[in-house]
T-cell receptor, first 109, second 114 residues
Framework: GQSLEQPSEVTAVEGAIVQINCTYQ??????LSWYQQHDGGAPTFLSY????GLEETGRFSSFLSRSDSYGYLLLQELQMKDSASYFC??????????FGAGTQVVVTP | NAGVTQTPKFQVLKTGQSMTLQCAQD?????MYWYRQDPGMGLRLIYY???????DKGEVPNGYNVSRLNKREFSLRLESAAPSQTSVYFC?????????????FGAGSRLTVL
């Protein structure tokens, strides 16, 4: 079957580092994407991992371990504008994405 | 460059009424999608069209129909709206379903069914 788990909420102060974990069970797994969505807005693509290891994009990094069916998104040097929901989305070999319920990141001053 | 445009942005319907949500993309993408988002539920795929001329059911297709009118346009129709269809609907497109399959989303259509 298909399953997807990520924490519902994470709170951190400006300048801190936050790690959002994602565990998945996806038939025909191909890769793991991450999307960001601000309140009232549309989801936007952040990163994608097809291979094991770390991908870095500015302050954000994403990691994948295919053998553990696990990934994480690392947000560094947190800013107030990073307050948003973050979704991990495993992609299967047919290109379909499975979105979880998302993790709400709350950044406090 | 508008990206993905959805209309209408807001709609209130009575139970049993029908309506069509319109979606158009100007990025020459091959694949298009309709998702719904409910509080605490994340995004659930309703229907998708991997390429012009094809449509397939997603996770929650019941109560909906779609039409891929041409490469640019992908509409979602509710034939007889129900309160359970109150949601935010997002249209998305991607260049192809291969590889990362990066989705570009529209701004969303907020539908309330009374």
């Amino acid at each position: 079957g298909q399953s997807l788990e990520q924490p519902s909420e994470v709170t951190a102060v400006e300048g801190a580092i936050v790690q959002i974990n994602c565990t998945y069970q996806t038939s025909g797994f191909y890769g793991l994407s991450w999307y960001q969505q601000h309140d009232g807005g549309a989801p936007t693509f952040l990163s994608y991992n097809a291979l094991d290891g770390l991908e870095e994009t500015g302050r954000f990094s994403s990691f994948l371990s295919r053998s553990d069916s696990y990934g994480y998104l690392l947000l560094q040097e947190l800013q107030m504008k990073d307050s948003a929901s973050y979704f991990c989305a495993p992609t299967d070999s047919w290109g379909k994405l499975q979105f979880g319920a998302g993790t709400q990141v709350v950044v406090t001053p | 460059n508008a990206g993905v445009t959805q209309t209408p942005k807001f709609q209130v319907l009575k139970t049993g009424q029908s309506m069509t949500l319109q979606c158009a993309q100007d990025m020459n993408h091959n694949s298009m999608y309709w998702y719904r988002q409910d509080p605490g539920m994340g995004l659930r795929l309703i229907y998708y069209s991997a390429s012009e001329g094809t449509t397939d059911k997603g996770e929650v297709p019941n109560g909906y129909n779609v039409s891929r009118l041409n490469k640019r346009e992908f509409s979602l129709r509710l034939e007889s709206a129900a309160p359970s269809q109150t949601s935010v609907y997002f249209c998305a497109s991607s260049e192809s379903t291969e590889g990362a399959n990066v989705l570009t989303f529209g701004a969303g259509s907020r539908l309330t069914v009374l």
